[in-house]
């Protein structure tokens, strides 16, 4: 039985139960031989035959040509023994012994469904097709879900380690580094050369300091890179490790681009809509399921206020939320010196994001990225806010664009040529600011002033909209709005239904979840039980499609609202998983009397 603790990309971390003994992953398997013991750190062992160690022992029974009798639950069925090329070749051998499995294809993948962990044949044939890797890692997890233990022997060194969890799998072995270290190979993070050109005095590993052989320094280095990618998992930040190790190995360059560019929705059903900090360092910060999404949902859930009339262009800053900032109050102080700053709306221009509307500057991850600020864009940062700010203006339709922009300015025009160029110099310059007054002030005379409350409340509009889809109108349709920006109360007939926060979402209450649960949107039906506390996995019968880590939902048994709270878990593991919190209750219903 497995349970997830933390999660990035289809990475995660959890606990694996066999009997009574409990498993931390991602882990690795340590080769076990008479000759060359796993070293004592080894939390698990994969060996030929068994011993009285008391660590988990994954043993190996040979393969359909030479057979070796299953002793305990933790044996593997002897494998078929088949390359890539002849993987499809009829066998007539089972794969699955008691949990346990090992698969050669997609045939194989439907036949383990009652297994609990899953290993790849022909691990090192990867290496030369990242293609097909991530391939049968997505496969895999649509066909088995998320409560199968995935598993590559043959694969793992530290240089490639963090790829491979994120990819999604659980468990990994410790041969890749035996072999090569009989071949001379010094492995570190950093990417691996020969033995006889590493500078071993210049390594503080234990292995190196203890003048120990180059097995003891290569499996340490394993160890060491998996206790940073489990760090990187609890903290939300694996995707960063990811990509600081795209430069060691193509390999997992490659592997990272077929997620992104040919397998995001894959990735996406597992990815939290909120999180802390992120750093989009390189290139293919880009693409990360975070970014992708967010700019999907600009073009699909979201629709400017309807009273504006000048869209106004402004750059990004440091600061985040972007209204904190020493010059995002200058550009406020400027349009509401102009004559109807009603009329206008904020949409800032950035990298990796896109455009980001005011109003949704304290969703995640507009509220939490960081980027290196130098002036200079990429044609691929280019291309990308040209490609969002064509779309944007072609569904969203004003009267005038105005461009309040520094080293952005020149893709904006190029891609908006009516666009009204406002800063002299830099953006926050006297002149530039006193010319954006002036510019706003021609472009919005003749424009209807719109009552502030009118205005607000299509703001609101659109962070429900963008939260929830078209069912969030539902939340704030004939509202008032109660408090300050951006801790604002949803008042429907007198009764709150929402919260607004500097979180930048809206929290839900039980009212709220009942508008919600009329819309069929983020629902999770439970079991027929009042719950008493947070609800498990185990309690959860079905959930709704779209909801993923961190979303606002409702939780209900046959129509009837039971509580509100925030998701922990996506749709597919509440639903597969036995074990662990699938949503973290804010608000129950009062049992009836």
Known sequence: M?????????????????????????LILYVQR???PAPPYAESLLVQERTEDSRLQIRLSGSYFSPTPSESAEDLPPTKGLPFSVADLEVPQSTVAGDLAVVTNETDLRAVAAGELVFFANGPEYLRSPRAFVSTLVQAREILGPSKLLAVTGLAVPSNLAALVYAGVDLIDS??????????????SDGALPEKEAER???ACPACEAGQDLRAHNERALYREMLLVRNHLAHGRLRELVERRLANDPWNTAVVRHFDLRHFDAVEAYTPVAGGEMLAYSHESLTRPEILRFRRRIRERYSKPSSARVLLLLPCSARKPYSRSRSHRR??????ASRNPSAVHEVIVTSPLGVIP?????????????????GDWSRDEATMVSEDLRAFVGANRYDTVVAHLGAEAAIVKEALPDAILTAKDRPTSVESIASLTIALSAVTVSVDRVPRGERFAE????????????????LVRAASFRGRFPNVRVIRDCTQVAMHTDRGMLSITLAGGEVLSKEDAYWVEIEDFLPKGNVFAIGVADAAREIRPGDEVVVRHGGEVRAVGTARLGWREMVDLQRGEAVHVRHVREPAP
């Open 201 to 203: 005095g210049a390594c």
């Open 331 to 336: 550009f406020r102080d400027a349009i509401l």
């Open 358 to 374: 005011r109003e949704l500057e304290r969703f995640y991850p507009p509220r939490a990225y960081d980027i290196p600020v130098t």
């Open 459 to 474: 703001e609101m509009s659109n962070i429900a909209r963008f939260q929830f889809g078209e069912a969030g109108l539902g």
């Open 175 to 188: 041969s890749r580094v035996v072999l090569d270290s009989a071949r001379g190979i010094f492995h570190t």
């Open 2 to 26: 497995f349970e997830i603790l933390d999660r990035g990309g289809l990475g995660r971390t959890g606990v694996w139960t066999r009997g009574e003994r409990e498993v931390r992953t991602p």
């Open 34 to 36: 008479p000759s060359h």
